[in-house]
Every structure is written in C-alpha cells, then in structure tokens.
C-alpha cells in the first residue's frame, strides 16, 4: 500500500471524487507536478503549512489529536489547490527553461501534459489539487517535509542548480500513474468504474489510517478495563457468597478462560486471501541526459532558420502548432495558419550532434500545447519521430 500523492482535477471549489484524479505516486513525490507550482504559491503553502503546525504543535500528545480542529487545518494545509490559469502560466515560465536544460525531459513532459489535459479540458475553471498529505507520514515535522517539496521545486525554478540525474528513471517515477480521463459510453463505465472504485478510493482512505489505529488502540484499553472490572467482580461475589478463595480464583479467571476457548476452537479461522497486490508498472527506463552547451529553447520561442539556412530568427511559441522530425539533426515548424506569413516557409530547427531531435520535437510540442490549451483544441501529440 504506503503512502499515496494524488493529482486531481476539479472544478473550481469542489472537492475531488477518485474520477478526478489524473496522476497518483506511492510513497515518492513526482517531479513534473512541480512545474505547476509559483514561487508566490510555495511560499504561501510554506507560510500556512507552518503557521497551522505552530497551532497543533500544543496538541501533539492529546490521544485525541485527529478529533480536534487544528489537526483537520494541518492536514488540509498539506494539500494544494492551484487554479488552472496560474498552473498554465507558471508552466510557460518554467518550461523553456528547465527543457532547454533538460531537452531529455521532453518526451515525458508532453506524454504527461496529454494525460492532464484529458481532465482540464473537462471543465470550465479548473482547479488542479496535489494531494500530499499522506506523504508528511514520512516525517516528524514540517521543516523536513518542505526540503523534500523544494528539491522537486528546484528543477523548475533553478535548474542551472539541480544535481545532475545519475539514476534511471521511467515515467512513472517522473509523472506517476496516469489516469486519463474517461470518455466512453455508458456500458464501459459500468464495467470499469467498479475497479477504478476499489483501487483509487482504497488507497485515498489511507489518510484516516492513524485514526482507525489510535480507535483500536483506545478499544483495546477499554476491553482490558472492562474485563479486569468483570473479573473483579465475580471474584467479590463469589467470594461472598461462597467463602471459598478457591471458586472465588476460578471465578476471576472464569471470563479470560471463555476468550482463550473462543480464540482457539470457536472463532472461526480467516481463509487467507489469494488476491495478490496490484504492482506498479515498470516501463522500460532510459537515462536522462544532461545536456551542457546551447540549446535552440528560448524563453519565448524557439531559434529556427530558413530552408537555405541564411536567416535566422525567433518562431513565438503560442505560433506553433506542432514540431515534427524531418532528419536526424533537423526539426520542422508546422504554424498556425493565422501566423504562417509571419516567417520564412518552412521554418526549420537545426540541432547540434549532441542534441536528439526527437527531445527536442517533444519539448516544442510540450510548450506549445500551453497555448492550445486556451484554444480548446487540446489532443495527445504525435510526432513524425
């Protein structure tokens, strides 16, 4: 099981149910779902995940902490909750820059931005929720938990800064499981949505976990009470009524001898389930390279030339319908037709040896399905690579 992460998507002020959710992890947090997130809004989270945790602080030995109101503040203090339109433009930012520094990250990106967009699409103000209060389950306070959380920032903020990737990694590891949106006809719903229940809300109710422990614990001290209580009391009474201290023993040890008598040949025997643990899915990993030199990624648009290789120029992301692989080393624009005039046809990128054009391709089209999006003409890519 372990500690799950989920991103959803909703429509604005309204909590998610397990069909909104469109990514989740166990136990690691994903590193692209960072690129949602401002440094205004970090600091935000930062400052009401400190200031609700000073207020629980008081609290922490209360054997009723999940019962009291600053304990429900915290745990909603984990969560974030970011309006599409600062997600998509805190995106746009971050983008250009971590892909131009990070060209393999591309094809991830936009396999990633293909499965969240299946949810924006759906809604007319959609909220994007990261759901990591189950991960805080790693650590004793706050402060430990936000350098885990600023690490995944870093890619996105600072990424002349981040380490550098030595293990491999998959999707997976990157975006978590994704859960496109489903838009099949009702007989497909029926047969999928029961195991999308049981799997997806199973693992949501992970948070109430430490509740059900503590009420166990506290019903076992209660059941400990109430059999020393019993025992007591017959003791007493037969005792009294007898005057044998022999009866009286027998009495006392009378209720713990029915429990060992029902435990050992009443109760009846729990068959052990065959049901093994769904796994997670292990794509094949490839290595994320580290590219060092000059990339045709520029912050507003991408450094493209004309066919004979006499001009170049800047093509303005939000002009750019899709990138497709046309040589190994060479990349060609297909524009929106509204811009087509604006530059020479066709506008080509070329890529030095160190550069894989697929990469790049992918983190064009990653970039400019930022701008489509407000277009509503959102589709999965797919290049000519």
């Not at 600062?86 to 990633?112: D, H, I, K, N």
């Not at 076992?220 to 007493?236: I, N, P």
Request: charged residues 20%.
């Amino acid at each position: 099981m372990g500690n799950r992460t989920f991103l959803s998507v909703t429509e604005e002020a309204v909590d998610g149910q397990y069909e909104d959710v469109a990514f989740e992890t166990n136990n690691f947090l994903a590193l692209l779902w960072f690129s949602l997130v401002s440094q205004e809004q970090y600091q935000r989270y930062r400052e009401r995940l400190l200031t609700t945790w000073n207020e629980l602080k008081p609290h922490l030995e209360n054997e009723e902490l999940e019962d009291l109101p600053e304990w429900e503040a915290f745990v909603e203090a984990l969560n974030w909750h970011i309006p599409w339109g600062e997600a998509v433009a805190q995106l746009r930012q971050s983008l250009p820059v971590t892909l131009a520094r990070f060209p393999a990250l591309g094809p991830y990106m936009l396999e990633w931005l293909a499965t969240l967009f299946t949810h924006v699409q759906t809604h007319q103000s959609p909220v994007v929720h990261l759901e990591l209060s189950q991960y805080f389950h790693f650590y004793e306070a706050p402060l430990q938990y936000l350098e885990q959380i600023e690490h995944c920032l870093h890619l996105w903020w600072r990424p002349d800064e981040f380490e550098r990737w030595d293990d491999k990694t998959n999707p997976y590891l990157l975006g978590g499981e994704h859960v496109p949106k489903r838009e099949g006809n009702g007989e497909d719903r029926q047969k999928d949505e029961p195991m999308a229940t049981s799997e997806i809300e199973e693992t949501r109710i992970l948070n109430s976990n430490s509740v059900q422990k503590r009420s166990s614990k506290q019903l076992k001290r209660l059941y400990f009470w109430l059999l020393a209580t019993l025992s007591a009391a017959l003791f007493v009474g037969t005792l009294l009524l007898t005057s044998s201290k022999w009866l009286a023993v027998l009495a006392f040890l009378l209720p713990a001898i029915c429990i060992v008598v029902w435990e050992l040949l009443i109760r009846p025997r729990k068959i052990p389930s065959t049901k093994k643990e769904r796994s997670v899915p292990l794509p094949v990993t490839s290595k994320i390279t580290y590219y060092d030199g000059t990339s045709p990624i520029k912050l507003h648009g991408i450094e493209a030339v004309n066919l004979g290789k006499t001009d170049s120029f800047i093509v303005l992301w939000h002009h750019i319908l899709r990138a497709q692989v046309s040589l190994p080393n060479q990349i060609v624009l297909i524009l929106h037709t509204e811009f087509e005039s604006l530059y020479p046809s066709p506008a080509i990128v070329i890529l030095s040896d160190e550069l894989a054009a697929e990469h790049i391709a992918s983190a064009i089209n990653s970039i400019a399905s930022l701008w489509l999006a407000e277009k509503n003409v959102i589709s999965p890519y797919k290049t000519d690579s």
